[in-house]
């Protein structure tokens, strides 16, 4: 079965710090990559996706990931991060079987300090 | 574009008694839907894979019988809670498939078992 592991649970930045969040996965195959974002009292929103082609994605806010694949990796970064970047990111694979099921991983909460 | 919601956003009800959440997508139509719980300060955990017209599949542990889904349609489908618990207290998500690729979210339902 898939797995998914984000090895930083809470990450705490002053603004204009730089952040990578990791990100890997366990299957070997073909997958599609996904982070979402959880702002606090808010739903599940996403900032990028892969599906294929140029590893590096670019997503909404200045967010930004790699697919890595002999790595296993999709880490999140963002050059220079604000105060309202504070939230719960959640990485996320899926096999690409034509099985839309999303293995997500427990999850990264990011503390911007103004 | 890629909007979900989802009926109540919280609900408080007597143990025993039965409740419904619903999950809609507003704007595009939807063949699969998913349903997942999401504990306190941890990550998502899938419950079932609802497909529009047919039998929901559930996720190993999950109780098919106490939480039933329906597909009616391509833009709604319903959790059922039935005999509902205080363990069965948590926050249900729904999300739904656009195009068989990205799952876009809900808001969220706060179930508060009494």
């Known amino acids: 079965a898939q797995s998914v592991s984000q090895h930083n649970h809470h990450v705490i930045l002053s603004e204009a710090a730089s952040l990578e969040l990791g990100c890997n996965y366990s299957y070997g195959g073909t997958v599609n990559l996904f982070w979402y974002v959880q702002y606090p009292g808010q739903h599940l929103q996403l900032l990028l996706k892969y599906f294929s082609g140029d590893p590096l994605v670019k997503g909404i806010k200045g967010f930004e990931a790699e697919f890595i694949k002999s790595k296993f990796s999709f880490n999140l970064r963002k050059p220079s991060v604000q105060w309202s970047d504070t939230a719960e990111y959640f990485c996320?694979?899926?096999?690409?079987?034509?099985?839309?099921?999303?293995?997500f991983g427990t999850g990264t909460r990011l503390t911007i300090i103004p | 574009g890629a909007v979900v919601s989802q009926h109540p956003s919280r609900v408080i009800c007597k143990s025993g008694t039965s409740v419904k959440i619903e999950c809609r997508s507003l704007?595009?139509?939807?063949?699969?839907m998913f349903w997942y719980r999401q504990f306190p300060k941890q990550s998502l955990m899938l419950m079932a894979t609802?497909?529009?017209?047919?039998?929901?599949?559930?996720e190993q542990g999950v109780e098919k019988d106490k939480f039933l889904i329906n597909h009616a349609s391509l833009t709604l489908s319903t959790l059922t809670v039935t005999s509902a618990h205080p363990e069965d207290s948590s926050f249900y998500i729904c999300?739904?498939?656009?195009?068989?690729?990205?799952?876009?979210f809900g808001p969220g339902t706060r179930l508060l078992v009494l």
């Open positions: 996320a694979v899926n096999d690409n079987f034509g099985n839309e099921k999303l293995t």
């Open positions: 999300s739904a498939d656009q195009e068989g690729k990205t799952q876009y």
């Open positions: 609802s497909n529009e017209g047919s039998k929901a599949t559930y």
């Open positions: 704007d595009f139509q939807a063949t699969t």
